[in-house]
């Protein structure tokens, strides 16, 4: 596998790994060539590999700055590949300052054998670059390495059990094993290419289509799985939008389960955003409440107008947006006609995305008879809780969640596009492979350009701007 090599790799580093505040246990991590010299300064003693050894953290002075277990993994069986050091300590703020600040400061005091210091260039560690050292030093691919941020950053279950799937390889495999397989189709192209004397007709006796057959369905399966674990790591970005007291805020609440949004009787209670994460069958749904809608009709001061224009902006965003209509008010003079407004502009963001709910079932008779005809939707009682389950299962299908989600390994947007990509290129191999051997040179050429795409997923093909962007999002300390 190609690495594209980073000069400032090669500096030891040094950071609190783990997360600010207090806690029982704090761990500082030192990574780089030559440790061993910094692990005895700190801890009076060399350290066996691989073994918790509790003692004294030793300060300049000799003083313990804290009492521990020290941790010394040589390289290259290391979370990073290089030489490591971890002292976990009491998890106090002050307590980890202080191992750091010494940490760096008996790297610069020279060592009594050689004089020389004992570990020059320690610096602090950038955000994300003990997992980027892992990757650079082939102990993780670049799938692996983003699923160790997605597991610590997974808001469900279900995500971070797709994150474990991804950091263990099952994405990497998967997807390894689709390169392989255009491998064995470019090399039987490649040959052909070099000897064009022979006159073999090459696309039958391969069975170049029935190869390209086998490789799109196996990679349809991996887009499917893929599509999945995007959608639980991004989640769905759902708007509720209405008229003014239409329920958004009881709806809101009923979703979440708590008293989120303040619910009057007065319209255009809800000035600005109010907005919850809440997850349904693990897929995590980032709700927003919005202010009321007008139709033709003005707000009715400067705030409103604000409140607004800002409900409209995260209409925009969105992934899906609930339109909540008010049963009670069928008939109301202006509602109908404002209704039809705020309709035709939802529809210019793409009515795919738009769902009808219509609130406050119990406040009349035959809540279907006053839905309006041909219109459709789901009908429901934010006060009751009826038809909640209904809308929940809606949201689902409009994400395109499927309820059996074994197998499912998470995946970035970058993923997606990467599979999509290969995916084009491979429809286009077919279409050259239509014409017959005399496109063979074309052929092969698509089938380079779906292996590469393939391959930045992994990390096989990746430059420093997008390494720099992906470990830039990390913490710090992992």
């Not at 006796?205 to 893929?226: F, K, N, P, T």
């Not at 619910?263 to 109010?274: F, L, Q, W």
């Not at 290969?422 to 292996?451: I, K, P, Y």
Request: hydrophobic share 45%; glycine share 10%.
């Amino acid at each position: 596998m190609r690495r594209v090599p980073l000069t400032q790799h090669l500096d030891p580093i040094v950071a609190i790994a783990t997360a600010p505040g207090r806690g029982a246990v704090g761990i500082v991590r030192v990574s780089g060539r030559g440790v061993a010299p910094l692990a005895g300064a700190l801890c009076g003693r060399a350290l066996p590999p691989r073994q918790a050894c509790y003692g004294p953290f030793r300060a300049a002075d000799g003083q313990a700055i804290d009492q521990g277990l020290a941790l010394w993994f040589p390289a290259p069986h290391s979370y990073t590949g290089e030489d490591v050091l971890e002292l976990q300590a009491h998890g106090g703020p002050v307590v980890l300052q202080l191992l750091l600040a010494r940490c760096l400061e008996a790297a610069a005091e020279p060592d009594a054998a050689t004089g020389a210091a004992r570990l020059p260039g320690l610096r602090l560690a950038q955000p994300g670059e003990f997992t980027q050292r892992a990757f650079l030093n082939d102990k993780l691919d670049l799938a692996q390495a983003e699923a160790v941020a997605d597991l610590i950053e997974a808001s469900t279950e279900a995500a971070a059990r797709s994150a474990g799937r991804s950091l263990s390889g099952a994405f990497s495999h998967e997807v390894e094993a689709l390169r392989q397989r255009i491998v064995r189709l470019r090399m039987l192209v490649e040959a052909t290419l070099d000897f064009p004397e022979e006159e073999i007709d090459f696309l039958q006796r391969a069975d170049a289509m029935g190869q390209l057959d086998a490789i799109d369905a196996a990679l349809a399966a991996v887009q499917a799985r893929a599509r999945q674990g995007a959608l639980l790591r991004e989640g769905l970005q759902v708007v509720l939008a209405g008229q003014p007291n239409v329920g958004k805020s009881s709806l809101l609440n009923a979703l979440a389960g708590a008293e989120l949004a303040i619910v009057t009787a007065i319209p255009g209670t809800t000035r600005d955003k109010v907005s919850e994460t809440i997850q349904i069958e693990g897929v995590p749904l980032h709700v927003i409440d919005t202010a009321g809608l007008r139709g033709a009709d003005e707000a009715s001061d400067e705030v409103e107008r604000i409140g607004i224009a800002r409900s409209w902006a995260a209409i925009a965003e969105a992934d899906a947006v609930i339109f909540l209509h008010d049963l009670t008010r069928r008939g109301q003079p202006g509602y109908e006609a404002a209704e039809a407004a705020i309709a035709a502009r939802l529809a210019e963001g793409g009515a795919a995305r738009l769902l009808h709910v219509h609130n406050k079932a119990d406040g009349v008779d035959t809540p279907t008879a006053a839905t309006p005809p041909g219109e459709d939707g789901i009908v429901l009682s934010a006060r009751t809780g009826a038809g909640l389950q209904a809308l929940r299962q809606a949201l689902l299908q409009r994400a395109g969640w499927q309820a059996t989600s074994e197998g499912v390994f998470i995946a970035r947007k970058r993923h997606v596009q990467a599979l999509q990509r290969t995916a084009e290129h491979l429809g286009l191999a077919r279409a050259q492979a239509a014409v017959g051997d005399a496109a063979l040179d074309l052929f092969a050429e698509e089938l380079r350009l779906a292996h590469d795409a393939l391959g930045e997923i992994t990390g096989a093909f990746t430059s420093d701007d997008l390494l720099g962007e992906i470990f830039g999002h990390f913490c710090i300390g992992k």
